[in-house]
């Protein structure tokens, strides 16, 4: 009689996969946070609401009578009072003084920034070594404050007739803004590539157009901090008006206001209204150029 022999043959294990892990979900980003963190925004916004104390006392005191003012220096103008303001651009003569500031700074700037740009272009461009040294030659003008050169620049302006001129003091303060203007944008000009001038000339445009039409709006945010930052110091000048001008009806602005502040040393709010018309411009300025000078100052910080 036979026997099944029966061989159990152990069985095969299975590799099991393990279970698969869901899908982690996008997480949104980070929102960028400020350098130093919240101390340093607390410390900021700190430092702006102080800064903005004294131009908020100032315009509030320049809708007070001089009354109110002496009685209640800090107080609140209740009801508001545009007197002061009337008497600052009539009496005080501050309409002819801010028109001498508009005209001498807007002519200044103007001719700085129109020169400074055809410059700068050539230098950016220019591959001998004649253009290096021109550069350089134009960039030493930065080592020395212009104030320095106040005794020369008297005797050249007595020697030329240019001694109580609108013009001379115009021509004057474009002349010193040209060094800071070129060391600017021939830096915006080398940025650019020269396959757009390439372009342009197979389009048949010439030199002249390539430079109006396409590089000088390419380099717009560098014209804008260039305007702004050379606005402002000549905007608020006091030594070259008081020297190089004679005659009241051509001082500017900070000339212009010493004598009527001297005149109105009582006055207060006739002294806050004259300086709230003053620094109206620089305000209306950086509101509509804000845009503009951050993207000229942060142009080529990131890729």
């Known amino acids: 009689m036979t026997t099944a022999v029966v061989t159990t043959e ?35 916004w700190g430092y702006a609401a102080l800064a903005l104390v004294p131009l908020l006392l100032m315009l509030s005191n320049s809708f007070r009578s001089n009354a109110d ?16 303001y009337v008497e600052a651009w ?3 003569n501050v309409a002819t003084y801010f028109g001498n500031s508009l005209a001498v700074t807007v002519g200044a700037v103007a001719i700085s920034t129109t020169v400074a740009t055809m410059a700068a272009y050539a230098l950016a461009r220019g591959r001998s ?37 609108r013009l001379g003091l115009m021509l004057m303060y474009a002349a010193s803004g040209i060094p800071f203007s070129i060391f600017v944008l021939t830096t915006f000009f080398r940025q650019l590539p020269e396959e757009l001038e390439e372009a342009a000339a197979l389009d048949g445009a010439s030199s002249w157009q390539t430079f109006w039409r396409i590089m000088v709006p390419l380099v717009r945010p560098a014209l804008a901090t260039v305007a702004v930052f050379r606005f402002v110091p000549i905007w608020n000048d006091f030594l070259f008006p008081l020297v190089l001008l004679r005659r009241e009806e051509k001082y500017t602005l900070p000339v212009g206001l010493t004598n009527f502040f001297g005149e109105n040393a009582t006055n207060y709010s006739a002294v806050f209204a004259g300086l709230v018309i003053t620094t109206i411009p620089l305000i209306v ?17 990131a890729k």
């Open 129 to 165: 070594r004649i253009f290096r040294w021109l550069e350089s030659l134009f960039l030493s003008g930065l080592m020395l404050p212009i104030h320095l050169a106040i005794l020369p620049i008297f005797y050249l302006f007595d020697g030329l007739g240019l001694i109580d001129s």
């Open 285 to 301: 300025l950086f509101l509509v150029a804000t845009k503009q000078i951050v993207a000229g100052l942060t142009a080529g910080m």
């Open 90 to 92: 009539t009496t005080g």
């Open 10 to 44: 152990a069985p095969t294990e299975r590799a099991v996969a393990p279970p698969a892990r869901p899908a982690r979900r996008g997480r949104p980003p980070r929102a960028h946070r400020p350098v130093g963190g919240a101390g340093a925004s607390v410390l900021l």
């Open 69 to 84: 003012l002496i009685t209640d220096p800090l107080g609140l103008p209740a009801p508001p009072t545009t007197a002061s």
